[in-house]
C-alpha cells in the first residue's frame, strides 16, 4: 500500500513537472481543459493534444479513448485527439534485448540471424525492429515496452484520484461519469498490450480477406516466435503514406490505392463486422507495385449483425426522408438514456435527413456526417456504444488518410457497392425476422408457465389471477397460427415482388400464388370465427 502511494506520488511529480514547463501549473485545471469543462483561452486544443504527447504512452493512450466519446468531451477537442499519434522515445535497445532474451529463455542468437538495433517504429505500447530469422524470413519484431502494464495501472489509478478530487468540487464532473472512461482507458490499453490478442485478429484479418483483392494484404505472423510480449511478423518492405510526394515518386495511382483501402474498410464492416479500428496514415505500407498493407492489428472494432441491420436501416431512413425509421436506429443501438432530450433528438433528426436525403452518396462527406452525428449525441445527451465509437473514429481516420492519397477523392461513392443487397440476402433476413417473431410466440405460454411457477415458489402475490392456464396456452396457439399465416403470406407477396424484379418470373409465380392461398386461409379462419 505505502509502495503504491509512492509510485503514484513520483508519477504524480513527474506529471506536474511536465506541465510547467508547457506553462500549465495545475494538473486538475488542465483535466478540466480536456473534458472542456472550463475554457481557459491559454489553452487551445492543439495545445492539450501537444501537452498529452509530451506527458508519454498512458496519456497519448487516455487521448485516443477520449476521442471516441463524444458525449462527454467537445468535438473542438476531439478534432485534435483524433490527431494523437503513438511516436514516443525509444527505450534502449539492450533493455529491449533483455525482454526478448526472457521471453525465450535462451540468447538472442538462438532465434535471430540478426536484429538492426535501431527501431524501424517506436509507440506507446511496444518498438519495433527488423530482423532476420536463422531459417532466413525477413521479419518485423515487435516487443512491447518494459514495465508498461504496471505504468498502465499506476496512471490509471492517478487518473482516478484526480477525477474524485473534481468530483468532490464540481457536480458537472459527477455528472460525467468520467470514472467509468478511466476503467475504459485501463481495459483499452491492457488488451491492446496483449500480443497474443493481436496474433488472434491477424488471423481473423487473413481469414477475411482470403481472395478479395490481390492488390491488398495482411502480413503474416510467425507462431512459433510470438507471446504475449513478443510478436514477430512477415516484414513488409515499402513506405508509409505520407505525403502525395510519396505516391508520385513510385509512379503509383493515388486514386486506386484509395479504392482499395476504401472497399477494404466497408467489407470489413458491413460484410465482416471486424475492422481496424485506428486508420492512420502510420498504419499503412505501400509496397512498390502498389499493393496497400494494412499493419498493427491491436486495436479493433466489432459490429453484430443486428447493429450492421440498425446501420442499414438509418441510411434507407436517410435516403427516403423516415424520420421514425431513424430514430429507432438511436434507440436500437441503446444510446437514449434517462437524461436524452427526445424533442431536441427528434428535431436534429428532422434536420439532418433534410439535409441528405436528396444528396446522392458521392455527394456525401463522410467525415462531416461524422462530425455532425458527434453534435448530436452531445447536444441530446445520449450514450454512445463502444462498437459506433470505434467506428465513428475509423471513418474520421480512414478519411484523413485519403486526403493524402487523392483529395478530390470521396469514399462515400464507393458505399454503394456494400449496401446494395442480394436478392437472396434480402430473403434470408425475411425468413430469420419471421423465425425469431414464431419462435418468441410459441415459447411465450412456457415462458409463462414457468413465471408462474417461479412466482409461486418465491410465495409472491399477484393481483392478476389466471383462472386457467391451460385456456391461456390454447388462446396463444391460435394467436401463433394466425401470426404465422401473415408472416409467411406476406413473405411470399414480397419475395415474388423481388423475384420479378431479377426477371425470375416462374419462381415468382410461384411464390405469388402461394401467397395468395396463403391469404384466402388466413380471411377464412377469420370470418369463420365471426
Do not use: W
Request: proline share 3%.
Amino acid at each position: 500500500m505505502l509502495n503504491q502511494r509512492i509510485r503514484l506520488y513520483r508519477r504524480f511529480k513527474e506529471i506536474s513537472l511536465e506541465l510547467s514547463k508547457l506553462g500549465i501549473y495545475n494538473i486538475y485545471e488542465y483535466f478540466k481543459a480536456l473534458f472542456g469543462l472550463e475554457v481557459d483561452d491559454r489553452v487551445k486544443p492543439q495545445r492539450i493534444r501537444e501537452t498529452l504527447e509530451k506527458l508519454g504512452p498512458s496519456f497519448i493512450k487516455l487521448g485516443q479513448v477520449l476521442s471516441i466519446r463524444p458525449d462527454i468531451i467537445p468535438q473542438s477537442i476531439i478534432r485534435e485527439l483524433i490527431k494523437l499519434q503513438d511516436n514516443v522515445d525509444p527505450v534502449p535497445f539492450d533493455v529491449i534485448k533483455d525482454i526478448i532474451e526472457q521471453e525465450y529463455k535462451r540468447p538472442i542468437e538462438d532465434i535471430f540471424l540478426e536484429i538492426d538495433p535501431i527501431p524501424v517504429g517506436s509507440a506507446s505500447i511496444s518498438q519495433v525492429y527488423r530482423g532476420r530469422l536463422k531459417s532466413g524470413e525477413e521479419v518485423a519484431i515487435k516487443v512491447k515496452r518494459p514495465n508498461l502494464e504496471e505504468l498502465i495501472n499506476t496512471d490509471a489509478e492517478l487518473f482516478l484520484n484526480i477525477v474524485s478530487f473534481l468530483e468532490k468540487h464540481s457536480k458537472t464532473v459527477k455528472e460525467l461519469q468520467i470514472k467509468s472512461v478511466i476503467h475504459q482507458y485501463r481495459q483499452t490499453t491492457l488488451r491492446e498490450a496483449d500480443f497474443e490478442i493481436e496474433a488472434n485478429n491477424i488471423s481473423t484479418f487473413r481469414k477475411n480477406f482470403k481472395g478479395f483483392n490481390n492488390k491488398f494484404y495482411i502480413p503474416t505472423y510467425f507462431p512459433q516466435y510470438s507471446t504475449k510480449n513478443v510478436l514477430v511478423l512477415e516484414y513488409i518492405d515499402g513506405f508509409k503514406i505520407g505525403s502525395k510526394e510519396d505516391i508520385d515518386k513510385y509512379n503509383l495511382n493515388g486514386k486506386l490505392l484509395a479504392e482499395i483501402i476504401t472497399d477494404t474498410y466497408y467489407k470489413m464492416v458491413f460484410n465482416d463486422g471486424f475492422y481496424h479500428a485506428d486508420p492512420h496514415p502510420g498504419n499503412f505500407i505501400i509496397k512498390k507495385d502498389g499493393t496497400v498493407c494494412l499493419i498493427d492489428f491491436g486495436m479493433v472494432g466489432t459490429m453484430s449483425k443486428d447493429r450492421k441491420k440498425l446501420l442499414y436501416e438509418h441510411i434507407f431512413a436517410v435516403v427516403n426522408k423516415n424520420s421514425e425509421l431513424a430514430l429507432n436506429f438511436y434507440e436500437g443501438m441503446g444510446m437514449i438514456t434517462e437524461k436524452t432530450d427526445l424533442e431536441k433528438l427528434e428535431t436534429y433528426v428532422d434536420f439532418f435527413i433534410d439535409k441528405y436525403h436528396n444528396k446522392t452518396l458521392s455527394n456525401i462527406n463522410l467525415k462531416d456526417m461524422v462530425l455532425e452525428i458527434i453534435d448530436l449525441v452531445r447536444d441530446c445527451n445520449l450514450k454512445l456504444p463502444t462498437s459506433l465509437a470505434y467506428l465513428g473514429k475509423a471513418s474520421i481516420g480512414l478519411d484523413g488518410v485519403i486526403r493524402v492519397l487523392d483529395s478530390s477523392f470521396n469514399p462515400t461513392q464507393r458505399l454503394t457497392n456494400f449496401l446494395t443487397k442480394n436478392l437472396s440476402d434480402r430473403l434470408q433476413e425475411l425468413f430469420e425476422d419471421a423465425a425469431n417473431t414464431m419462435s418468441f410466440y410459441y415459447h411465450l405460454p412456457m415462458k409463462l408457465d414457468r413465471l408462474i411457477k417461479l412466482l409461486d415458489i418465491e410465495r409472491l402475490t399477484l393481483r392478476i389471477v389466471f383462472k386457467d392456464l391451460e385456456e391461456l396456452q390454447q388462446f396463444y396457439q391460435k394467436q401463433l397460427i394466425r401470426l404465422i399465416l401473415t408472416i409467411l403470406s406476406v413473405g411470399m407477396l414480397i419475395s415474388s415482388a423481388l423475384f420479378y424484379t431479377a426477371k425470375k418470373e416462374q419462381l415468382g409465380d410461384i411464390f405469388l400464388i402461394s401467397s395468395l392461398i396463403l391469404i384466402s386461409s388466413l380471411f377464412y379462419r377469420l370470418i369463420r370465427k365471426l
